[in-house]
Every structure is written in structure tokens, then in C-alpha cells.
């Protein structure tokens, strides 16, 4: 099996997963114009290029080639990254409004990031291939395939990069992407009432209410915004609506919730990687004890089991995939 890609896939996966920290990506997001200005996108492209040569070098994959290739792929990724800071929020705020079927997907953050890492991955694949520094896809799969069904051992080498790549992708990426999933059925529930709230707000005549509404939506923050309209009638009574929304302006920030969904599939991973399936019941016992009064609200429940249930099957998925390369080596 090809080592070199697997070095650049892993490199690429702690880099965007692990090394990229909030400040950096706040940093991409809040920039001038200027293609060449975001120091925050090129803080994370050298960190792409740092972290590839070190494994380039520890596996001993390092030459004038594929220095080459690195240049290459990290010009690449600055481009595709400047491009989805700078438009990403502008399609997704454009069509979370509308209903048409393609405008639904853009509308998507969880299709925005799935589009992101598979243009990198695909990238890293096409200049590798160029240089002829990996094989062509179909003996790629070949080779895997024969791997699988006739049991052939992998090098230490190449069980080490794919056990890498499989614990990164089942703790830090797969945190990344069940935010971003539900993040979208969380914006999906609350369109509908952002919507008729938002029309009330712009054809309110109080002006106090629409400037501070005007603030708030600049917020980089999750906030909960109340109105109350009332009238009052020719017989000296009164009628009254209140009206309270959310402004979904970033994702939530809960950093022990996702350090705990980290460690809870790196758990649930290394049981179902060494057999011990018991300790499954040990985790399911203590993560419903910790979150037991939390029940009763449904909105909570309901987000939490989606994302239980999707932290579970990525975590039973990936700790098979790691079992069985295990036992090849």
C-alpha cells in the first residue's frame, strides 16, 4: 500500500482537526479582502507544511518530490480554504430561506465541510498521482480489496499511518462533524419561527426593539431573542403576543462536551478494538447518570440521543475498522 499518501491524509487530518484551534479559525473567518492578508489561513497552511515534513521525515518518505508535492498542495489548500471563509457563510445565510432542493443542500454546514475535506483529500490524491508518488484509484481498491478478503498482513509501517488516521478521524473529525450536523437540524427547527419573528421585527414600528435586533444579529454568539407585541381594543382591553426565537450566529461553544465526546468514542473505540465489550455498558451508565436531570427538557433529549447515536455508530464503525488492521499486522 501507497505510504506517502497515507503521510499527507494524516497530516492533513491533525492539521485541520487538531492544530487548528479556535483562534486560528477565527482568525481565517475575520480578515481583509485581500487574497494574500489572512494571516489566520497562513498560520494553518505552514502548520500544514511543518507537520508533513516532520512525518515525511519520521517514515523516511522525504525528497525533492515530494517537497514538491507539498508546495503544491499547500498553495492548493490556501486557496480552497480562502475561498470557503469567504463565501461559505454567504450561501449558507443566502439559502437556509429558501426551498428548492439544491438550495436546502447549500443551506447545509455539514455539506459544506463534507465538500471541503473531500476537494483537499482529492487534491492531495491528484498531485501525488502526477508525480506518480501513489497508484491509480482502481489498484488502490484492488489492493484493498485483496487486503480484506484474502487477509494479506500490512508493513508495521502502513498499520501505523492507518491506525493514525482511523483515531484522529474517531475523536477529533467526527467531533467536527456531528457539531455540523446538528447544528443544521438545529437551524432546520428554528427557520420556520426565525422567519415569522424576523418579519414582525422589520414591520415593527419600535424603533429601540429594531436597532438592538440589529446588534444582536451582529453578535457572534447563539442568543435567545423575546418580543411582546400588545394592542389594546375599543372596550379598554388588551391583546398581546409574545414571541421568542433563537439567532443561530455560531455554532455552540461547549468545549467538555466535545472533550467528552472525544474520550467517549476513543473509549468506546478501544473496546470494540480489543474485544471488551462490556465496557460499552460502563460508558452508557455513567454518560445517562451525568445527564439524567437534562431529560426533562425534550429539546435537549432529542439532540442528545441524535448525537449519542451518531457519536455510538462512528465509534463502532472505526473501532472495527481498527480492529481488523490489528490483526493483519
Known sequence: ???????FMLAHLICDFITQTDAIIKKKNNYDTSFLSNM??????????VVTVVLLTVFNELTWITLLC????????????????????????????????????LGKRSIHFLTDQFMHIAIIYVVLFVFNKVAALPVII???????????PLSLTTSILLISILVVLLTFTSSVLIAELLQDL??????AKDEIASTLVKSDDDLFFQNHYAQLEKLNKN????????????????????????????????????YIGILERLLIGLFIATGAYQGLIVIAALKTLTRFKQFEDKNFAEYYLIGTF??????????????????TV
Open 186 to 191: 438545529k437551524q432546520q427547527k428554528n427557520t
Open 310 to 327: 451518531l457519536s455510538i455508530l462512528c465509534a463502532l464503525v472505526i473501532g472495527l475498522l481498527i480492529r481488523s488492521i490489528w490483526f
Open 40 to 49: 489566520g489561513l497562513i498560520e494553518h497552511v505552514i502548520h500544514h507544511v
Open 223 to 258: 442568543v435567545s431573542i423575546e418580543r411582546t407585541w400588545e394592542k389594546k381594543d375599543s372596550s379598554n382591553g388588551k391583546e398581546s403576543m409574545t414571541m421568542e426565537f433563537q439567532q443561530f450566529n455560531e455554532m455552540d461553544d461547549n468545549s467538555a462536551g466535545k
Open 1 to 7: 500500500m501507497d505510504n506517502t499518501i497515507l503521510i
Open 70 to 105: 507539498l508546495l503544491i498542495i499547500a498553495i492548493l489548500h490556501y486557496v480552497i480554504d480562502h475561498f470557503k471563509s469567504s463565501y461559505s457563510e454567504v450561501i449558507i445565510g443566502k439559502s437556509i430561506h429558501k426551498h428548492e432542493f439544491i438550495d436546502k443542500l
Open 142 to 152: 484492488t489492493k484493498t480489496f485483496e487486503v480484506i478478503m484474502e487477509d494479506i
